[in-house]
């Protein structure tokens, strides 16, 4: 496998970057909270300039490297536009985006976007939504909406992994952003006539925070080769990539609120917004411990199949600590960094 994007992709997504903050950057969230109506006739446009529902990221492997870095590139400016949703859609239903829900309550945050969306449950039961209209506001459901659903079939094994894959790199790019703001703000804000970036107890905060994760792209990265390649384990890797993204946002937004202080929970202060608006990709379809009980469930005692595995019980072995190993081999560089602010 590769650990790293094509260099097609990595320029797509700095595109999208440039695009996005000229839309209007972290006014985006913020326009799209007032009036949530409108936040998609705001961000859809900048989307279909990208060329983003030309991509073909289940047909084409370079194409899915791009997605995945659209999606990164939406997350960082925290977008409120379910992309990796609509990225996702299937090829054989006429709707517009396909989102993996719980078997009870599903929900998605689409709250406000007029499209024809499809649900998929990790069985692979696929459904048409019908969404129900919320009076409730942005702030308090991040533009969840709750689903009725009817049954479609039941071939929606191969969407899962995909359905599942790409909203982490959303989340992905929230923590790129959010680390940027943390760094930016410890090296402004002083204590003891010195940056807060200077104590050490600070950059042991941040160091920890890097290492979750620098290790969650390289598992990111994984996933998207194992789902580019059409593995028989794209779905325990996109599990287990869904439950390394939930783990590694929990420390990185514990980190990021800490050494803000109390005016990370203000509105006038981006992390708030990029926190409150990550919730709903950290607890739909599944939490943490769900996330964490649906992927013991599928890989049993037999584990993953991991790297440097022939078999799958070596692989089930030795698949976390080579994972580990490899995101923290990749974090080294940037924990240094962060170390040395």
Not at 36 to 56: E, F, I, K
Not at 123 to 136: E, H, L
Not at 227 to 235: C, F, K, M, R
Not at 315 to 327: E, K, T
Request: proline share 4%.
């Amino acid at each position: 496998m590769k650990l790293e994007l094509s260099n097609e992709a990595i320029e797509y997504g700095r595109t999208a970057l440039r695009a996005f903050e000229s839309a209007g950057g972290d006014q985006l969230i913020q326009r799209g909270e007032r009036d949530p109506v409108r936040r998609g006739s705001v961000v859809a446009p900048v989307l279909a300039d990208l060329g983003a529902w030309d991509l073909d990221p289940r047909g084409d492997g370079d194409e899915l490297e791009a997605a995945a870095a659209l999606c990164h590139s939406a997350g960082y400016w925290a977008v409120p536009y379910p992309v990796a949703e609509r990225l996702a859609r299937p090829v054989d239903l006429a709707v517009d985006g396909l989102i993996v829900v719980a078997d009870r309550a599903p929900a998605g945050p689409v709250s406000g976007i007029d499209l024809r969306w499809a649900a998929v449950t990790l069985g692979g039961r696929r459904s048409s939504v019908v969404v129900r209209p919320s009076q409730d506001s942005p702030r308090t459901t991040a533009f969840v909406a709750q689903f009725d659903t009817n049954f479609v079939d039941d071939n929606g094994a191969k969407d899962v992994a995909l359905a599942l894959l790409l909203p982490c790199w959303t989340l992905l790019g929230m923590l790129d952003r959010a680390m940027d703001l943390t760094r930016a703000h410890v090296l402004l804000r002083e204590q003891f006539g010195q940056p807060l970036a200077k104590l050490q107890s600070v950059q042991f905060q941040l160091t920890d925070a890097q290492v979750q994760r620098s290790g969650l792209e390289v598992l990111a990265k994984y996933a998207l080769w194992s789902v580019q390649t059409d593995s028989s384990e794209a779905l325990d890797d996109a599990l287990a990539l869904r439950l390394a993204a939930i783990e590694a946002a929990e420390i990185v937004f514990r980190v990021a609120h800490q050494l803000h202080g109390a005016s990370g929970f203000c509105d006038e202060t981006t992390l708030s917004w990029l926190s409150r608006y990550s919730l709903p990709l950290r607890r739909l379809p599944l939490g943490l411990s769900a996330t964490g009980s649906a992927l013991t469930q599928r890989i049993g005692r037999r584990g993953l199949t991991g790297l440097f595995s022939d078999t799958a019980s070596i692989g089930g072995a030795a698949s976390i600590g080579g994972a580990a190993s490899i995101g923290g081999a990749a974090s080294i560089g940037g924990a240094r960094e962060v170390a040395t602010l």
